[in-house]
Nanobody, 126 residues
Framework: QVQLVEAGGGLVQAGGSLTLSCAAS????????MGWFRQAPGKEREFVAA????????VYADSVTGRFTIARDNARNTVYLQMDSLKPDDTSVYYC???????????????????WGQGTQVTVSS
């Protein structure tokens, strides 16, 4: 079955950096759009970033544009989220998600992604 396993979360001071990774198994990774979402306590899960199967097209939420970078390594079945200039508002559980598609259209809605990881906690202290 499909498994997405996130890693790399932790506690960091404001202005610091973290890199999240998501290892996928049970799927043909290069046929999937991969995305990152996050959910803060008491809030709805929201889109962060996503990229096409080739990595040639990326999409970001306005709140992270210029600070976060999404990338993938199809040989390793892994997607990454490099997070720089972190702010306390970035504190959330971060989830990896997968959508079967070779389209260049990258959706931002939760319902568009069929597979989800368990999440990794990112806490940014002020």
């Amino acid at each position: 079955q499909v498994q997405l396993v996130e890693a790399g979360g932790g506690l960091v001071q404001a202005g610091g950096s973290l890199t999240l990774s998501c290892a996928a198994s049970g799927l043909t990774f290069s046929s999937f759009i991969m995305g990152w979402f996050r959910q803060a306590p008491g809030k709805e899960r929201e889109f962060v970033a996503a990229l096409t199967w080739s990595g040639g097209s990326t999409v970001y939420a306005d709140s992270v544009t210029g600070r976060f970078t999404i990338a993938r390594d199809n040989a390793r079945n892994t997607v990454y989220l490099q997070m720089d200039s972190l702010k306390p508002d970035d504190t959330s559980v971060y989830y990896c998600a997968a959508r079967f598609s070779k389209s260049t259209y990258v959706p931002k809605t939760l319902g568009a992604y069929a597979y989800w990881g368990q999440g990794t906690q990112v806490t940014v202290s002020s």
